[in-house]
């Protein structure tokens, strides 16, 4: 009985939109691409004046992604990156950014090479460890971003404790929650003040969908990147909204497939002979181990590893057949990236080395394939 009063996010995900269109009962979100709307008279609205300002299809898709993460307002984009834009359009000529130095490229190349023009600065620090955060702050400090876990070497970082070192500079905190999503993690819980999504990956799910999401705590916040995104207008198209609420339905199913694949993957891997290393917060040996399971109830789908050598890795990606060779991730079917040369190409080369991002790492997405299959696949691809 307690469970229909308050179900559950798997369930309200499944029920996305359900329900909405009362005048015909369609269990299918309606679709409407209407471009404006009819004023019913001088100085009166029917609440939608004009689709980038409002869309009925985009606000139910805005209102499951609010409450997914558990804050007040969602908003969704027409990408990832129009997310990020959006979100670093918030900030003025002179203020200072804190970000973890393994995260996407693409974050990397819009502060970089962009918003750097409009006098926006920022550190790439390790994210992992909260003294090199705090040694980062400066007086013009405003934010902090982080991906956890990290982009592509799955390090993991305290949200709690980033989010009390927050408070206590005031700085607004940032979670890119794309490698986890909320049935993983729950980054506004741990006290952080928005959530980023590439809904490209896991929430879209299917590699058919570019779609970008920002969910605000609180709602002042909320109504700021509101004010932002309709300003500038990078809005998600109705029908790419409906498709994101279709695909939210099967998360948890999908979720649950590839976390399970992942982590016989990862163990798999660290049994062959030509791979170095893995890196999986699955793994027991993993630095974050301990910190990932404090915060997030499964490990994800997203492994890496590095092979004996950058011939061992372009032999790999040339002889796969069922998964795929391409950017992205998150998607139902199993992917290989290279990401010195594909998501982080970038990073300065020195950085990147730094880092441990080099010719020989690979970053692979698990699928929903049955996981016999992936590993058969990697095999044949791996042999001597
Ligand atoms: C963690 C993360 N954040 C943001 C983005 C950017 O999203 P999009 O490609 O949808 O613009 C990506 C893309 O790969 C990503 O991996």
Redesign the pocket.
């Known amino acids: 009985m307690n469970k229909q009063q308050n179900p559950s996010l798997e369930t309200r995900l499944v029920q996305a939109g359900t329900g909405r269109d009362q005048q015909t009962g369609a269990i299918s979100l309606p679709i409407h691409p209407s471009a404006t709307y009819r004023h019913p008279g001088v100085g009166e609205s029917t609440g939608y004046d004009y689709t980038r300002s409002g869309n009925p299809t985009r606000e139910a898709l805005e209102e499951v992604l609010a409450d997914m993460e558990g804050g007040r307002r969602g908003l969704a984009f027409a990408?990832?990156?129009?997310a990020?834009s959006t979100l670093f359009l918030y900030f003025s000529s002179g203020d200072h950014l804190i970000l973890s130095e393994d995260l996407?490229g693409?974050?990397y190349r819009v502060l970089d090479q962009i918003f750097s023009r409009f006098n926006l600065t920022t550190s790439y620090v390790d994210t992992t460890n909260l003294n090199a955060i705090e040694e980062a702050i400066t007086p013009q400090t405003k934010s902090i971003l982080i991906?956890t876990p990290g982009?592509p070497l799955l390090g993991i970082a305290d949200i709690r404790a980033i989010a009390d070192l927050c408070q206590k500079h005031d700085l607004l905190f940032v979670v890119?929650n794309?490698?986890m999503t909320p049935l993983l993690q729950r980054p506004l819980d741990l006290g952080a003040d928005i959530v980023?999504h590439?809904?490209?990956?896991y929430l879209g799910g299917h590699n058919d969908l570019?779609?970008?999401v920002l969910i605000a705590r609180e709602e002042k916040i909320g109504e700021e990147l509101y004010f932002l995104q309709n300003s500038t207008g990078p809005v998600l198209p109705p029908q790419d909204c409906w498709l994101l609420v279709r695909s939210l339905k099967t998360l948890a199913l999908r979720l649950e497939r590839q976390c399970h694949n992942a982590s016989i993957v990862a163990e798999w891997l660290k049994e062959q002979p030509n791979i170095e290393t893995v890196y999986f917060p699955g793994l027991p040996e993993h630095p974050g181990h301990q910190l990932h399971q404090k915060q997030a109830t499964n490990f994800g789908a997203m492994v890496s590893f590095r092979v004996d050598s950058p011939a061992r890795a372009r032999q790999l990606l040339e002889r796969i057949k069922l998964i795929s060779f391409a950017e992205?991730?998150g998607g139902v079917e199993s992917l290989l990236t290279l990401p010195a040369v594909q998501?982080h190409a970038d990073i300065p080369t020195a950085d990147r080395l730094r880092l441990g991002i080099c010719d020989s790492l690979l970053r692979m997405s698990v699928g929903c394939e049955h996981v016999d299959d992936i590993l058969a696949d990697l095999n044949q691809a791996l042999a001597d």
Not at 198 to 201: I, Q, V
Request: aromatic letters at 8%; charged letters at 10%; hydrophobic letters at 35%.
């Open positions: 990408s990832g990156m129009a990020l996407y693409g974050t991906e982009n890119d794309t490698f980023v590439s809904a490209t990956k570019c779609a970008g992205s991730l998501t």
